[in-house]
Protein backbone atom coordinates (compact mmCIF):
# COMPACT_ATOMS: atom_id res chain seq x y z
CA UNK A 1 0.00 0.00 0.00
CA UNK A 2 1.55 3.57 -0.85
CA UNK A 3 2.91 4.67 2.57
CA UNK A 4 1.64 8.86 0.82
CA UNK A 5 -1.88 8.12 1.59
CA UNK A 6 -4.38 6.49 3.60
CA UNK A 7 -7.93 6.03 2.98
CA UNK A 8 -9.18 6.21 6.44
CA UNK A 9 -7.41 9.64 7.23
CA UNK A 10 -9.47 12.64 6.75
CA UNK A 11 -6.43 14.42 5.61
CA UNK A 12 -5.72 12.15 2.33
CA UNK A 13 -9.60 12.04 1.58
CA UNK A 14 -10.22 15.15 2.25
CA UNK A 15 -13.63 14.21 4.14
CA UNK A 16 -15.32 14.71 7.29
CA UNK A 17 -14.36 16.00 9.78
CA UNK A 18 -12.06 18.15 7.29
CA UNK A 19 -14.75 20.33 6.20
CA UNK A 20 -16.44 20.89 9.40
CA UNK A 21 -12.94 21.79 11.35
CA UNK A 22 -11.18 24.10 8.80
CA UNK A 23 -11.24 25.08 5.32
CA UNK A 24 -8.12 25.09 2.23
CA UNK A 25 -6.52 28.34 2.19
CA UNK A 26 -4.13 27.13 -0.35
CA UNK A 27 -1.93 24.55 -1.40
CA UNK A 28 1.50 24.49 -1.60
CA UNK A 29 5.28 22.50 -2.43
CA UNK A 30 4.81 20.11 0.46
CA UNK A 31 1.86 21.16 2.40
CA UNK A 32 -1.72 22.04 2.43
CA UNK A 33 -2.95 25.02 4.15
CA UNK A 34 -5.79 25.39 6.11
CA UNK A 35 -8.02 27.84 8.08
CA UNK A 36 -9.22 26.59 11.35
CA UNK A 37 -12.98 27.26 12.27
CA UNK A 38 -12.33 27.94 15.68
CA UNK A 39 -10.97 31.17 15.78
CA UNK A 40 -10.90 32.34 19.09
CA UNK A 41 -7.18 32.60 18.48
CA UNK A 42 -7.54 34.88 15.37
CA UNK A 43 -5.35 33.46 12.32
CA UNK A 44 -5.19 29.99 13.72
CA UNK A 45 -4.09 28.24 10.63
CA UNK A 46 -2.74 24.46 10.20
CA UNK A 47 -0.24 23.06 7.76
CA UNK A 48 -0.64 19.80 6.52
CA UNK A 49 1.80 17.84 4.74
CA UNK A 50 1.38 16.87 1.53
CA UNK A 51 1.27 12.91 1.67
CA UNK A 52 0.34 10.87 4.42
CA UNK A 53 3.39 10.91 6.95
CA UNK A 54 2.59 10.47 11.14
CA UNK A 55 5.87 10.67 12.36
CA UNK A 56 8.70 13.37 11.65
CA UNK A 57 11.58 10.49 11.24
CA UNK A 58 9.40 9.07 7.95
CA UNK A 59 10.08 12.09 6.52
CA UNK A 60 13.56 12.15 4.42
CA UNK A 61 15.64 15.37 5.30
CA UNK A 62 15.01 17.39 2.29
CA UNK A 63 11.14 16.76 2.64
CA UNK A 64 11.25 17.89 6.24
CA UNK A 65 13.31 21.03 5.19
CA UNK A 66 10.84 21.68 2.66
CA UNK A 67 7.92 21.24 4.75
CA UNK A 68 9.11 23.01 7.42
CA UNK A 69 9.66 25.87 5.13
CA UNK A 70 6.09 26.06 4.48
CA UNK A 71 5.27 26.27 7.88
CA UNK A 72 7.67 29.19 8.65
CA UNK A 73 6.35 30.93 5.55
CA UNK A 74 2.62 30.41 7.05
CA UNK A 75 3.78 31.60 10.68
CA UNK A 76 5.98 34.69 8.89
CA UNK A 77 2.39 35.46 7.52
CA UNK A 78 0.01 34.80 9.90
CA UNK A 79 1.87 36.89 12.57
CA UNK A 80 2.01 39.78 10.49
CA UNK A 81 -1.86 39.90 9.16
CA UNK A 82 -2.61 39.57 12.91
CA UNK A 83 -0.44 41.18 14.98
CA UNK A 84 0.59 38.06 17.06
CA UNK A 85 2.81 38.75 19.72
CA UNK A 86 3.97 35.01 19.70
CA UNK A 87 2.98 31.93 17.29
CA UNK A 88 2.61 28.73 19.48
CA UNK A 89 3.36 25.57 17.15
CA UNK A 90 1.64 22.57 18.27
CA UNK A 91 1.61 19.06 16.95
CA UNK A 92 0.00 16.27 18.83
CA UNK A 93 -2.14 13.67 16.09
CA UNK A 94 -3.13 10.70 18.27
CA UNK A 95 -6.83 10.96 16.54
CA UNK A 96 -5.68 12.51 13.39
CA UNK A 97 -2.13 10.78 12.88
CA UNK A 98 -1.59 12.67 9.30
CA UNK A 99 1.13 15.09 9.98
CA UNK A 100 0.42 18.78 10.61
CA UNK A 101 1.24 21.62 12.66
CA UNK A 102 -1.75 24.16 14.21
CA UNK A 103 -0.31 27.58 13.95
CA UNK A 104 -2.18 29.50 16.76
CA UNK A 105 -1.62 33.16 17.26
CA UNK A 106 -1.32 34.30 20.74
CA UNK A 107 -1.51 37.90 22.04
CA UNK A 108 -0.20 39.39 25.12
CA UNK A 109 -3.18 39.23 27.73
CA UNK A 110 -5.44 37.81 24.90
CA UNK A 111 -7.37 34.13 25.10
CA UNK A 112 -5.07 31.83 26.47
CA UNK A 113 -1.72 33.75 26.60
CA UNK A 114 0.65 31.97 29.26
CA UNK A 115 -0.72 28.29 29.00
CA UNK A 116 -1.43 25.87 25.87
CA UNK A 117 -4.30 26.83 24.25
CA UNK A 118 -7.47 24.99 24.58
CA UNK A 119 -10.26 23.85 21.94
CA UNK A 120 -12.23 23.10 25.17
CA UNK A 121 -13.40 26.93 25.49
CA UNK A 122 -16.04 28.41 24.00
CA UNK A 123 -15.61 28.36 19.87
CA UNK A 124 -15.30 31.42 18.21
CA UNK A 125 -16.81 31.38 14.21
CA UNK A 126 -16.50 33.54 11.49
CA UNK A 127 -19.47 34.83 9.45
CA UNK A 128 -19.49 33.11 5.90
CA UNK A 129 -18.39 36.65 4.52
CA UNK A 130 -15.95 36.89 6.96
CA UNK A 131 -14.11 33.67 6.40
CA UNK A 132 -14.39 33.58 2.52
CA UNK A 133 -12.98 37.19 2.92
CA UNK A 134 -9.89 35.76 5.76
CA UNK A 135 -9.06 33.28 3.37
CA UNK A 136 -8.52 34.90 0.18
CA UNK A 137 -6.47 37.50 2.40
CA UNK A 138 -4.41 34.38 3.90
CA UNK A 139 -4.29 33.16 0.47
CA UNK A 140 -3.03 36.42 -1.43
CA UNK A 141 -0.46 36.80 0.93
CA UNK A 142 0.91 33.49 1.17
CA UNK A 143 1.17 32.58 -1.95
CA UNK A 144 3.13 36.60 -2.49
CA UNK A 145 5.40 35.40 -0.11
CA UNK A 146 6.44 32.27 -1.13
CA UNK A 147 6.63 33.77 -4.49
CA UNK A 148 9.56 36.84 -3.45
CA UNK A 149 11.84 34.24 -2.05
CA UNK A 150 11.64 32.06 -4.57
ZN1 LIG B 1 -3.29 11.23 5.64
Given at each position: MDKDYDLQCFYCTKSEPLSTLMTEVCVLDSSTVYLFHDQKNPGRCIVAS???????????SQERNDYFEDVSNVAKVIHELYGADKINYATYG?????FHVHLVPKK????SWGSPFSDTLEKVHLTEEDKTQWIATLNYHIKKYVKQKI
Open positions: NGHKTELFEFSDLAPHVDGV
